[in-house]
């Protein structure tokens, strides 16, 4: 079940529910991860300074079981998932970062359980 969570100065209108469907299928794709288990939630209207300018920038976070654990497997995420940002929402590369944060199937809770037990 991984945890999309993008935070920026951008305005809301930026972020229509269809640009949140299209982020939610090419991050599954990109992590080889069923749609249907996807989370995304996006913060967007944010102050925001990053190296140095309060300009339009974003932060992605990516949260997830067994595909965020290694170098490796992160560049190959980044490079897939940085030019459909820089397409969808026209910002530089520069002005996007992307963390990775990997999960244990004990650290998510579901159904009154975790993910290890369902």
């Known amino acids: 079940m991984p945890f999309i969570d993008l935070e920026s100065n951008?305005?809301?209108?930026?972020f229509?529910?269809?640009?949140?469907?299209?982020?939610?299928?090419?991050?599954a794709a990109v992590l080889g991860k069923p749609e249907e288990r996807m989370?995304?939630?996006?913060?967007?209207?944010?102050?925001?300074?990053?190296?140095?300018?309060?300009?339009p920038c974003?932060?992605?976070?990516?949260?997830?079981?067994?595909?965020?654990d290694t170098a490796e497997k992160n560049k190959e995420h980044s490079a897939n998932i940085l030019p459909f940002l820089i397409g969808e929402l026209g910002l530089t590369e520069d002005r996007i970062v992307i963390?990775?944060?990997?999960?244990e199937p004990h650290q998510v809770g579901?159904?009154?359980t975790v993910m290890s037990y369902l």
């Open 10 to 14: 951008l305005p809301a209108s930026k």
């Open 16 to 27: 229509s529910e269809d640009f949140l469907k299209k982020l939610g299928s090419k991050t």
């Open 39 to 55: 989370i995304v939630v996006v913060k967007p209207g944010l102050p925001m300074l990053m190296c140095g300018t309060c300009a």
């Open 58 to 68: 974003v932060i992605l976070s990516v949260s997830a079981i067994g595909v965020t």
């Open 99 to 103: 963390r990775f944060y990997a999960l």
């Open 110 to 112: 579901k159904k009154g």
